[in-house]
């Protein structure tokens, strides 16, 4: 499947989604792709996490405007790859979404070979922030490599 759009998706959608979604349009690409944050319990929109745009500022990166956006139904088409954090979250999806589809839902860490799920830092300290940012920052560039193949 050649992905046009990836949608990264978690919970309320204001850390690790967006984070997500700054990191990856901060990152080189070879072709064209667009990518959006979702969330999965969105009651009205909010703004981005406070220490998610600090995190972001600190490593030159600026998501202007961003407010979140609850996950539907109508972002599951053709060439759309949704991505999640947590295992807890794919699944959720996955019974939740009536095009949802274990081809067009994936585990991030899964996708890119890392062992380990992207903590949620929401809570946390800033460095925990931080490497909640480090974490996905990697797995963004090899997200790159597996996509654009």
Same mark, same amino acid.
């Not at 990836?6 to 309320?12: D, E, H, L, R």
């Not at 667009?34 to 030159?60: D, H, T, Y």
């Not at 053709?78 to 067009?104: D, F, G, H, P």
């Given at each position: 499947?050649?992905?046009?759009?990836?949608?990264?998706?978690?919970?309320?959608?204001?850390?690790?989604?967006?984070?997500?979604?700054?990191?990856?349009?901060?990152?080189?690409?070879?072709?064209?792709?667009?990518? #959006?944050?979702?969330?999965?319990?969105?009651?009205?929109?909010?703004?981005? =996490?406070? !220490? &998610? *745009?600090? &995190?972001?500022?600190? =490593?030159?990166? *600026?998501?202007?405007?961003?407010?979140?956006?609850?996950?539907?139904?109508?972002?599951? /088409? @053709?060439? $759309?790859?949704?991505? $999640?954090?947590?295992? %807890?979250?794919?699944? !959720?999806?996955?019974?939740? +979404? %009536?095009?949802?589809?274990? #081809? =067009? $839902?994936?585990?991030? =860490? *899964?996708?890119?070979?890392?062992?380990? #799920? /992207?903590?949620?830092? +929401?809570?946390?300290?800033?460095?925990?922030?931080?490497?909640? +940012?480090?974490?996905?920052?990697?797995?963004? @560039? !090899?997200?790159?490599?597996?996509? @654009?193949?």
């Amino acid at each position: 499947m050649k992905i046009n759009r990836v949608i990264f998706a978690s919970g309320s959608g204001t850390s690790r989604a967006p984070m997500a979604t700054a990191i990856f349009h901060a990152t080189e690409h070879s072709r064209p792709i667009v990518c #959006e944050a979702r969330g999965l319990i969105v009651q009205f929109p909010e703004p981005l =996490n406070q !220490k &998610v *745009e600090a &995190v972001l500022i600190s =490593n030159g990166i *600026e998501l202007k405007d961003y407010s979140s956006k609850q996950l539907m139904d109508s972002d599951f /088409v @053709e060439n $759309t790859l949704v991505i $999640t954090m947590e295992e %807890t979250q794919r699944q !959720k999806i996955l019974s939740e +979404y %009536t095009n949802a589809t274990e #081809e =067009n $839902t994936r585990l991030l =860490n *899964e996708l890119v070979g890392d062992e380990l #799920e /992207v903590m949620d830092p +929401y809570g946390g300290s800033m460095q925990s922030y931080g490497l909640c +940012y480090e974490v996905l920052k990697a797995s963004i @560039e !090899k997200l790159m490599r597996v996509i @654009e193949a």
